[in-house]
Each structure stands twice: as C-alpha cells, then as structure tokens.
C-alpha cells in the first residue's frame, strides 16, 4: 500500500497545491501589466497576456511529468521511497506518478475537447439549410476575400449559436439556417469576414487551451476567468477590425452582431454574438465608427515556435537543475500517509 501513496496522492498535491499557486502568481503579474498598459501601450489581446493565462497551467504540469520521466529513467529516487526500482533501473514510484498525472490530465481537458468537437457535427441537412448553403457558397465564390472559406461552412437548423467557429483540428464556420435567412448578403459575408478571421488565428485552438488551462487548475478557474473574458472580448473586437479592414462592410457586421446577439454563453467561444448587450454596444460602437474612418490594420502575430520552444525549455529543466520540487511533493505525500496512519 505504501508504494501507492506518491503516485496517487502527488498528482493530486500538483493540482490542488502548485497549480493554485501558480495561477496566483499569473494573477499578481497580469495585474501588474494591467497597471503598465496605460505607459507601454500594450494591448489587452497581447500575446503575453494570454501566454501568462495558458502557462500558468502548462507550465507547472509540464515540468512535474518532465521530472517525473528523469527520475523514473535515471532510477534516482528519494531514501523516503517506499518502492524498490525495478530490476531494469527504473523508479516505479515515478512511473506511477506521470502515469496517474498524465491520466488527471487527460480527464480534466476531456469535457473541453468533447464540446469542442461536438458542435462541429452537423445535423441532416433540411431543405431550407441546403438553400442557405447555396446561397453562401454562391457568395464565396463571388467573393475573392472570402475563398478561403470555401467548403469550410456548415449550415445547420439546431446550430447552438447564430454563427461561430468550431473545431479545434479542423475548424468550420457553423451557421444557423434562420440567421441566415435574416441577412442580407453584405450582412452575411460580413459575419463570415468576421468567423474568417478566428479562423486564420487559430482561436478555436486558442480557446480550446485557454479553457483546458482553467479546468485542471480549481483556484484558476477563480482567479483567471474575468482576464480571460477581458481576452476574449478583445480578441472579438480584433476580429470585428480586421474583417473590416479585409473588406467587409462595417454597418452590415454591425448589423449582423445585433442579430446574432444573445445572452452570454458559459464557456467563451469563438462566435460572432456570444457577449452580454454592454459588450455589443461597445463593438457596435465601434463598427459604427469604422464606418466614418477605415481601421488601420493592427498585427497580432501568433506563432506556435515561441510557445513551443518555452515548452521544450521547460521538459528539459529537470533533466539539468535537478527535481527539487517533486521531491517536496514526495516528501509532502508521505508526511500526509503517515498522519493519516496515525489517526
């Protein structure tokens, strides 16, 4: 029974100790680029400031499957060990350990994954949804800024939302068949600029890692959700500007907004209406703004080589600083056994 300890209880002191804690220091440091913006002009969608948001989970459990993978090759383990290596040299305790925190991890992002690709799946098509279909298709073709999203939209009468992005592997742009049919074709291709734009940013992915970094992190949920809404609704004014800039029509996407408008969802996603009504008057606001003086195009470059080059960093720390702070959690999991045997 001793020998189970560390691989059941360590995982559980990861997520319940080092990610609260983690996600506590994101906060304190987006507070304190909240406070800097004002003299740096650093924009609230940044980069930076959603890399904190998703790293403050990453990174952590990174690191301790990292470590957890050096002592289970190297054989190293503490004298406080219950398990004996096997006979090959390698930690049993360590295995468990990743073996238990990979599986906590994986059932933690499952429900995000699962809804992510739920909406992707379209209902039969009814006639009046392959009429709208048609009628979309025609305009893409029509319409050379909008090539890109040919065979990429989805017509469907039960659609959850008017119209958004799903998919995280393969996005498509799911629209409702009685949104459609209340637009008129520049409204239309305006929305469609507008889900064109998540798509080209990757935010079905984006959201998809953002949500996944709150749900294995319990006081995360908690300290991190208003900056990922403040995120969130920039990333949707970024997308209403730049499909202006591409072309569209900024009073027909304001007019597609109001229509698509509904109370907000649970979860953020990448959808054209999904905001409360202060948050549409704002991007209203604005698209009616737009239509007075045309938007400058504002690069927010996303590349994945920074983010993965910081991960490989991280999976390589352990192998070269040592595992000081998964030995704490052993130490913490036997200490926690051993009181519990007490009483």
């Given at each position: 029974?001793?020998?189970?300890?560390?691989?059941l209880?360590?995982?559980?002191?990861?997520?319940?100790?080092?990610?609260?804690?983690?996600?506590?220091?994101?906060?304190?440091?987006?507070?304190?680029?909240?406070?800097?913006?004002?003299?740096?002009?650093?924009?609230?969608?940044?980069?930076?400031?959603?890399?904190?948001?998703?790293a403050?989970?990453?990174?952590?459990?990174a690191?301790?499957?990292?470590?957890?993978?050096?002592?289970?090759e190297?054989?190293?383990?503490?004298?406080i060990c219950?398990?004996?290596?096997a006979?090959?040299?390698?930690?049993l305790?360590?295995?468990?350990?990743s073996?238990?925190?990979?599986?906590?991890?994986v059932?933690?992002?499952?429900?995000s994954?699962?809804?992510?690709?739920?909406?992707a799946?379209?209902?039969?098509?009814?006639?009046?949804?392959s009429?709208?279909?048609?009628?979309?298709?025609?305009?893409?073709?029509?319409?050379?800024?909008?090539?890109?999203?040919?065979?990429?939209?989805?017509?469907?009468?039960?659609?959850?939302?008017?119209?958004?992005?799903?998919?995280?592997?393969?996005?498509?742009?799911?629209?409702?068949t009685?949104?459609?049919?209340?637009?008129?074709?520049?409204?239309l291709?305006?929305?469609?600029?507008?889900?064109?734009?998540?798509?080209?940013g990757?935010?079905?992915?984006?959201?998809?890692?953002?949500?996944?970094?709150?749900?294995?992190?319990?006081?995360?949920?908690?300290?991190?959700?208003?900056?990922l809404?403040?995120?969130?609704?920039?990333?949707?004014?970024?997308?209403?500007?730049?499909?202006v800039?591409?072309?569209?029509?900024?009073?027909a996407?304001a007019?597609a907004?109001?229509?698509?408008?509904?109370p907000?969802?649970r979860?953020?996603?990448?959808?054209?209406?999904?905001?409360?009504?202060?948050?549409?008057?704002?991007?209203?606001?604005?698209?009616?703004?737009?239509?007075?003086?045309?938007?400058?195009?504002?690069?927010?470059?996303?590349?994945?080589?920074?983010?993965?080059?910081?991960?490989?960093?991280?999976?390589?720390?352990p192998?070269?600083?040592?595992?000081?702070?998964?030995?704490?959690i052993?130490?913490a999991?036997?200490?926690a056994?051993?009181?519990?045997?007490?009483?």
């Amino acid at each position: 029974m001793n020998e189970a300890i560390f691989p059941l209880l360590g995982p559980v002191l990861v997520v319940a100790l080092t990610l609260p804690v983690s996600a506590l220091a994101a906060k304190v440091i987006l507070i304190a680029l909240s406070r800097l913006e004002p003299r740096t002009g650093l924009p609230p969608q940044s980069v930076l400031r959603y890399a904190i948001i998703v790293a403050s989970s990453a990174v952590p459990l990174a690191w301790f499957l990292s470590a957890g993978l050096h002592q289970a090759e190297s054989g190293e383990r503490l004298i406080i060990c219950a398990a004996h290596g096997a006979p090959g040299g390698f930690n049993l305790e360590a295995i468990g350990f990743s073996m238990v925190l990979s599986a906590l991890i994986v059932g933690l992002a499952l429900p995000s994954l699962l809804r992510e690709w739920g909406p992707a799946r379209a209902s039969a098509p009814s006639a009046e949804s392959s009429l709208q279909l048609q009628r979309i298709d025609g305009l893409l073709a029509d319409r050379p800024a909008l090539h890109a999203l040919r065979g990429m939209v989805a017509v469907d009468d039960a659609c959850a939302t008017p119209i958004a992005t799903a998919g995280v592997v393969a996005p498509r742009v799911l629209v409702r068949t009685r949104f459609a049919r209340t637009l008129d074709d520049e409204a239309l291709c305006a929305a469609l600029h507008h889900e064109l734009e998540h798509i080209r940013g990757r935010d079905p992915l984006r959201y998809f890692l953002a949500r996944w970094a709150l749900a294995v992190n319990p006081l995360g949920r908690l300290l991190l959700r208003d900056e990922l809404a403040r995120w969130v609704l920039a990333r949707e004014l970024h997308c209403d500007r730049a499909a202006v800039v591409c072309g569209a029509s900024a009073p027909a996407l304001a007019q597609a907004l109001v229509s698509a408008a509904r109370p907000p969802a649970r979860e953020p996603q990448p959808a054209l209406g999904a905001a409360p009504a202060e948050t549409i008057r704002l991007r209203v606001g604005l698209l009616l703004a737009y239509a007075d003086r045309r938007p400058h195009p504002a690069r927010q470059p996303w590349s994945l080589r920074p983010a993965m080059a910081l991960l490989g960093v991280v999976l390589a720390l352990p192998h070269h600083v040592g595992t000081l702070p998964l030995d704490t959690i052993h130490r913490a999991s036997e200490r926690a056994a051993a009181l519990l045997a007490r009483n």
